[in-house]
């Protein structure tokens, strides 16, 4: 089992889903975890929690994240960005404040805080590890969901660029572009927002190639290869963890 023995890693939108599968992952090595917007962290599990809550879409809050993980642990080995909204925007209804809201929290939080776990890592002269999560529409997008894929798109560039732009301090950043994963989000979306009725999920899932959708925990196991030492030297790679091969039949 990959390792993130000994590490300090922050984690965005651990509050459930994805999030909260990739928190319960590291918790289970990692030294110490700061957490977003989660109610309760489990005592039981090996490792030390500080919870740090406040909107995203606030520029004053990534900031205070941060230095609230620093004054609790006084380092950031890691940083996961896993929070996000995926409000559905078109060009049929542009809307000008979603298109503010959406890039203020998918995109400009995880740049502030990705700046300050550099900065961090830096001072320090340390190695560190950064894993966006993003999405497969980056590629392009549903026509549904034009804003959203704007900026998931606008954070694997970022993504690319830190990577690059911090190789000789040792610093790696990867993202994780993810499609359909079982969540009670997506369950939710897919049965009652959209309408497609109770249980559609669960009665489509085995017409998937693998028999099944990619779930939280693979996300969680594969975010935890990549802060891990054991992915070193990866960085700069956004990897498509989906089924669905765009364009295919």
Not at 12 to 36: Q, V
Not at 87 to 114: C, E, H, K, Y
């Amino acid at each position: 089992m990959n390792s993130v023995e000994g590490k300090v890693i922050l984690v965005t939108g651990a509050a459930r889903g994805i999030g909260a599968a990739i928190a319960t992952r590291l918790s289970e090595t990692a030294e110490a975890l700061a957490l977003t917007d989660i109610a309760d962290f489990d005592p039981s599990l090996p490792c030390e929690a500080h919870v740090v809550r406040g909107d995203l879409g606030d520029p004053t809050v990534p900031p205070r994240f941060f230095q609230e993980t620093l004054a609790s642990f006084g380092r950031i080995d890691g940083l996961v960005n896993a929070a996000g909204l995926t409000t559905r925007g078109s060009f049929i209804s542009p809307d000008a404040a979603l298109f503010d809201r959406l890039f203020a929290v998918n995109t400009r939080a995880p740049f502030q805080l990705m700046g300050g776990a550099i900065a961090d890592m830096r001072a320090r002269a340390a190695p560190g590890s950064i894993v966006n999560i993003q999405s497969m529409n980056a590629h392009g997008g549903a026509p549904d969901l034009a804003i959203y894929s704007a900026t998931k798109g606008a954070l694997q560039t970022l993504t690319t660029n830190a990577a690059h732009a911090h190789l000789s301090d040792r610093i790696r950043v990867n993202g994780i572009n993810l499609g359909w994963v079982d969540t009670e989000t997506e369950r939710q979306l897919q049965e009652e927002t959209l309408g497609k009725g109770a249980g559609w999920m669960a009665e489509n899932a085995p017409k998937m190639p693998i028999g099944r959708y990619v779930s939280e925990d693979d996300a969680a196991r594969l975010a935890r290869y990549l802060l891990s030492d054991d992915s070193a030297p990866m960085t700069g790679v956004s990897l498509d963890l989906e089924q669905i091969v765009m364009g295919g039949l």
